[in-house]
């Protein structure tokens, strides 16, 4: 059989009743915690931004096995800060410019908490009604910040039947969301030509769209030769051409095949494109095809006036998708999706046994969010935003997108400032995209590649700031993202010194 | 257009400077919510268990829009506890018997409260080392305490080439881990059958497997007609039959079709059946299949020597998943997966975008949990099981589901000593299933429903108990599942009383 470790049954010796929730501890714990917690903040400045271990760090210095008796809260956090701390890469530093930061805020903790701690498992609307009723009102809350149509919304809902209206529900990553609604999609698209052809199902997106597309696509059983990535260019800064949509959209259905479904993007990883909504929207109309919109990191952008014009065209689409965590100060995870046909999600997703039946669901009178997601268990996972949106006010969240655009806008000026640098592609929300010049370089492709590389690496090998790269349109890009919480432009500035410093030295080579 | 709402630039109040994580906040505001928490557990036994609103009442409640302006702390706990609590069907509740509870621990909490707090992404190992080889760790101590064969676990890595062990990763839900593993085992089988042949793909369960096993298989492309649910019934305890599933593979072989996955459960949702993993794996290997076991709820009870039997064959298997937020203490959502060949799931599931390539992902020394799950995005989920590992050791984890299991016999004997009610399958872990007994009522199918739906409906009114029901072999039941964390010994007997005295009141009637 090859059974492996201890039989965990050897020790003998009496260890008393066991009250896994005991309230005085729990009380006395959790207040620990939060002081170790506020004090890790602190202090987070201190740590290397990026973890500098080596692979296998961690494993080599924990025990094989768990142990069989119980230990303190001491050790395990002193465990925390001596073994665990050193090995993360601290996404919450105000020198955290990497990727896209991920977002997080006082309200947002506490919601979180309250999360956990109720513990309440949302599938249908009877196993915890305020669960259900709570996301919909949330849902609808930002959907009108965001100045979406009421077709993605729930407000026109009369109770007698819930599922004529749009609306929105929470799910943990835009992966997901993409997969519900091709699913949807596709068994749409299915009834009418018949299951047996599936694999003359063909979507769309551009060489921009993030890469959970091409998985979710592939999971919902698209053939990977279906899957259409059109190349973008920096002449459009990396935004989907609708004719060359409309063209490629031609060739398949010219070649028997079927248009399914199209993920159009505001705000790409690379570069933050933005694909035009309207424009796009014309092509894929005209061929049925559902029309989804990937805002996981611009979106938020959009409960400012000044940027809401990126949504523009969002009336004509199928579904929307955006990512509090990213952007709207919500911690890890939280996607939110609105769709304008929920109908067809529930048709594609909805389960119906014996041990859920109840008589809430059975008389549609109410939204059943397990029929919405991929999984069947859900937690009160609306509580977070709802205490970000009530703790701040849409006052203080475009404040807060408006801060980090202009510290991004800051930083922008000081690369402009440097003739050894230049700008890749305009700066439009937070992300700077930006490379040693090569008029200024005189060097080939290659050596201005390596030369850009080896700033990036000596930056990152710093500690004192995480900032990563990406390739578009054949060219090395390094991409400065401001908008970890903590950031202040004092942050900012201090990362752009280190760079010019980076350069100092790697140019005088 | 449509559009709706306020415009949310019409107050031109001065807001002062927005800090969203301001530390001296932070740590005064989730001290606060500790307090709160710990008062609402305090109090839980004072709410019905089974909320009694009605559809709409929130919605009606609450504004339409967010606010402008920032509420205070003090108004939203106030909403909390007005508006949101009496929505709550109470999971916690030490009267909560309904479907399988959903366990927790100060242990857990606490661990969930760091997670959250550090807000890493542990996408890449880069991305945040800790995470990842803490969560390697994690999953390997409960393989051991699990027994599991070392075929399952990382502890025969090296780190030069890591793909070549199998190993566990942490999933949100069942459903996740069944549609990684039955599309990694789907992208095998048409390797070698070809894509164009997906609708010949056949996956087995029975019906009893749960729910989320067909939306899983559709979602996956798996056409509907070629997912078969093997009868059982109640001569095997509604355990899947291995020479059922011989024939039924055989017939599908002859047609021509091709067998692909089998999901078998250890711990049924609606009876806690098990199906008998060594006589099924031999069915299964014969002709290829990929054997998935499902052991959301049962497996966990099998870190005690005497329940470990019923993984006996695990080693014949080539992936299993368990669910620690039920019965370990773990709150929602965690689901451990393991598998024998991680390589497959990477294969079916790896992206490899640009902006994520870094030397240790090139280098194949670690493990990169992106390319093992659904999404892209996941936190540092393995800190709230190493808690609960270390704060409670073995032993006490032992003793805790011995306690349930101990609680549920006591209340299947309560029932036996009553001759107005049966027991319909001999309770094997902490679920016990009865109803009104027939010999007793001397009534007809249809009216022995009747009086136990009622029985059920009136129960569940009370608010002092919730219960559910299930429907196995055409017969309808009640299913008392003990387990909530907070439940001892009086809260079993006081259940009991209750549905004695609704029983009372029923049968004079």
Chains 1, 2 share one sequence.
Not at 295 to 314: K, M, N, Q, T, V
Request: glycine share 6%; proline share 5%; aromatic share 10%.
């Amino acid at each position: 059989m090859g059974n492996v470790g201890p039989t965990f049954t050897d020790c003998s010796l009496p260890l008393g009743e066991f009250k896994p929730l005991d309230l005085e501890e729990f009380r006395s714990h959790a207040h620990q915690m939060v002081d170790f917690i506020a004090d890790y903040y602190k202090n987070i400045e201190s740590y290397p931004v990026l973890s500098q271990v080596q692979p296998g760090y961690l494993r080599s210095s924990l025990p094989r096995t768990a142990p069989y008796r119980p230990e303190s809260l001491e050790t395990i956090l002193d465990d925390i800060n001596k073994r665990v701390v050193p090995g993360m890469t601290h996404w919450l530093s105000p020198n955290f410019f990497a990727f896209f930061p991920a977002t997080v805020s006082t309200a947002a903790f506490l919601g979180e908490m309250l999360c956990t701690a109720f513990n309440c498992v949302g599938f249908n609307w009877l196993a915890s009604p305020a669960a259900t009723e709570l996301e919909m009102v949330v849902l609808d809350w930002l959907a009108a910040m965001l100045k979406l149509p009421k077709s993605f919304m729930f407000s026109g809902i009369n109770y007698i039947c819930v599922q004529r209206t749009g609306g929105g529900v929470l799910q943990g990553t835009t992966s997901e969301a993409i997969i519900c609604t091709l699913v949807a999609a596709r068994d749409r698209a299915l009834e009418i030509i018949g299951v047996e052809n599936m694999s003359k199902l063909v979507v769309y997106g551009s060489d921009q769209t993030h890469s959970t597309y091409t998985k979710a696509c592939k999971l919902a059983g698209i053939l990977p030769g279906n899957i259409r990535l059109i190349n973008t260019a920096v002449d459009t800064n990396f935004a989907l051409s609708p004719s060359v949509l409309r063209r490629t959209i031609e060739a398949d259905v010219a070649d028997g095949l079927t248009p399914l479904y199209v993920c159009l993007t505001v705000g790409t990883t690379s570069t933050t494109a933005v694909d035009p909504l309207s424009q796009l929207a014309d092509v894929a109309a005209d061929h049925g095809i559902w029309i989804h919109v990937d805002a996981a990191y611009g979106g938020s952008a959009c409960i400012c006036p000044e940027f809401r014009h990126y949504l523009d065209g969002i009336e004509r689409v199928d579904s929307l998708s955006l990512g509090p965590h990213k952007w709207l100060l919500s911690y890890l995870d939280c996607c939110c999706l609105w769709v304008k046909s929920p109908s067809l999600l529930v048709k594609a997703l909805s389960t119906n046994p014996e041990y859920l039946r109840n008589k809430p669901s059975e008389s549609y009178s109410v939204v059943d969010y397990k029929d919405w997601q991929i999984g069947t268990g859900r937690r009160f996972k609306s509580l977070r935003l709802w205490l970000v949106l009530r703790s701040y006010g849409v006052a203080n969240l475009q404040t807060h997108i408006r801060s980090d655009v202009r510290m991004a806008k800051m930083f922008e000026g000081l690369v402009r400032s440097d003739r050894r640098f230049e700008i890749i592609v305009p700066t439009r929300f937070s992300l700077v995209c930006f490379r040693l010049n090569p008029s200024f370089l005189r060097s080939g492709p290659k050596r201005i590649e390596l030369l850009n590389r080896k700033l990036l690496d000596w930056v990152n090998s710093t500690g004192r700031v995480y900032m990563t790269h990406t390739i578009v349109g054949g060219v090395y890009i390094m991409r400065f993202a401001v908008g970890a919480t903590l950031t202040e432009d004092r942050h900012v500035v201090a990362a752009w010194e280190l760079i010019k410093k980076g350069a100092d030295a790697l140019l005088k080579l």
